[in-house]
């Protein structure tokens, strides 16, 4: 077998992790993105009914972005990409940070 490229994920070839399995074999896709911009509110649809919450604001450049620029985005169901502000978001990385913050205490 040839060298690993760097470039290629590990499920290229046939390495997956937990994550990867919920993706690809799986089929755990984003449905719908929502915005909340006077709220700083991102919403997340997963096609398992499941909702994902996030700060804008935790997104620099979707911090600055207008609603016109929130709204100009494409789904191709595992990542999500805005042109006008160039930012790329993955739901691999979403599910990675939610499964990281679990168990951590909530603050009131």
């Not at 077998?1 to 070839?13: A, S, T």
């Not at 499941?50 to 972005?65: D, E, R, Y």
């Not at 595992?78 to 168990?103: K, T």
Request: cysteine-free.
């Amino acid at each position: 077998m040839d060298e690993k490229d760097q470039n290629k994920p590990d499920y290229f070839y046939g390495h997956m992790d937990a994550l990867d399995k919920i993706i690809y074999k799986d089929g755990l896709r984003i449905k719908q993105i929502y915005f909340g911009k006077d709220l700083d509110l991102m919403l997340i649809l997963l096609n398992n009914k499941k909702v994902m919450k996030w700060a804008i604001s935790n997104f620099k450049l979707l911090a600055t972005a207008s609603e016109q620029q929130l709204n100009n985005f494409d789904n191709d169901g595992i990542g999500i990409y805005w042109p006008e502000v160039d930012e790329d978001l993955s739901l691999r990385g979403f599910l990675q940070h939610e499964i990281a913050h679990v168990d951590k205490p909530l603050v009131m």
